[in-house]
């Protein structure tokens, strides 16, 4: 059984930035495309950023693109958010496809507990 964990969530000024990391434990995720994904009070779960195996190709949704980077080492993922706005708040969900390569509308094998952003204005 695969578990991830996040970290980094916390409460920031709009403009500020915040760094999410992802951990797991169970197996290693070497092989597969990772993501972030989002849900807002009240909205869908959404994707943010998915990163393929080897870091070689990168997604993101228009609203982030220019402000966050996804990237990953061997054991973990992370999300940097710069320039952050208050349209930012929301749970934070890490996610493994159990796929090497990311395609549009591939379902997550398996998801974090999420974690908290919270941009003030």
């Known amino acids: 059984q695969v578990q991830l964990v996040e970290s980094g969530g916390g409460l920031v000024q709009a403009g500020g930035s915040l760094r999410l990391s992802c951990a797991a434990s169970?197996?290693?995720?070497?092989?597969?495309?990772m993501g972030w994904f989002r849900q807002a009070p009240g909205k869908e779960r959404d994707i943010v950023a998915v990163?393929?195996?080897?870091?070689?190709s990168t997604f993101y949704t228009d609203s982030v693109k220019g402000r966050f980077t996804i990237s990953r080492d061997n054991a973990k993922v992370y999300l940097q958010m710069n320039s952050l706005k208050p349209e930012d708040t929301a749970v934070y969900y890490c996610?493994?496809?159990?796929?090497?390569?990311?395609?549009?509308?591939?379902?997550?094998?398996?998801w974090g507990q999420g974690a908290q952003v919270t941009v003030s204005s």
């Open positions: 990163i393929n195996w080897n870091g070689g």
């Open positions: 996610a493994a496809f159990t796929t090497p390569i990311y395609s549009t509308m591939m379902t997550p094998g398996y």
């Open positions: 169970g197996r290693t995720f070497s092989n597969w495309a």
